[in-house]
């Protein structure tokens, strides 16, 4: 089982850290080792806006282990305002009103808990952008 502060120094996870190449300004997330569009191999550390765009999403009807009191739920793939995409839930949102093209932003939420060890786990979620 992973530690609570094993988990919290994943800084892309819980900071939205994004590595950001020195030779040519790719923003990567999560960070790479290895810059896929120059080569490059020095990295400086990048926070993300947390602000972007639904591309597409699906409503989850039948949950895999461990989510099944949350159906029916959104998940969405967003574009980022840096040019990433990131895949996470949609959530305070009326699912008749979700929209390809909505604006939404980051929140750190609960994502789930594990079992009998009571061990919960956080990370970012997507919810509607203030209009």
């Known amino acids: 089982m992973i530690t ?4 919290r120094e994943i800084p892309q996870r819980y900071r939205l850290e994004a590595g950001k190449c020195k030779k040519c300004s790719e923003v990567l997330y999560p960070p790479r080792v290895v810059c896929p569009r120059c080569g490059g191999r020095t990295f400086e550390s990048f926070r993300l806006s947390g602000e ?5 999403y699906s ?3 039948v ?6 009191d949350d159906v029916p739920f959104v998940v969405a793939i ?3 305002k840096e040019g990433v995409q990131m895949t996470g839930q949609i959530v305070d949102c009326d699912h008749g009103k979700l ?4 604006k939404v932003r980051t929140e750190f939420r609960r994502i789930q808990e594990d079992g009998e060890a009571g061990m919960i ?8 952008a203030a209009a």
């Open 4 to 7: 609570a502060r094993n988990w």
């Open 52 to 56: 972007g765009e639904v591309l597409t």
């Open 59 to 61: 409503i989850v009807h």
């Open 63 to 68: 949950a895999p282990r461990g989510f099944e």
């Open 78 to 80: 967003v574009g980022m």
């Open 99 to 102: 929209a390809i093209g909505m």
């Open 121 to 128: 786990f956080y990370g970012h979620k997507f919810v509607p």
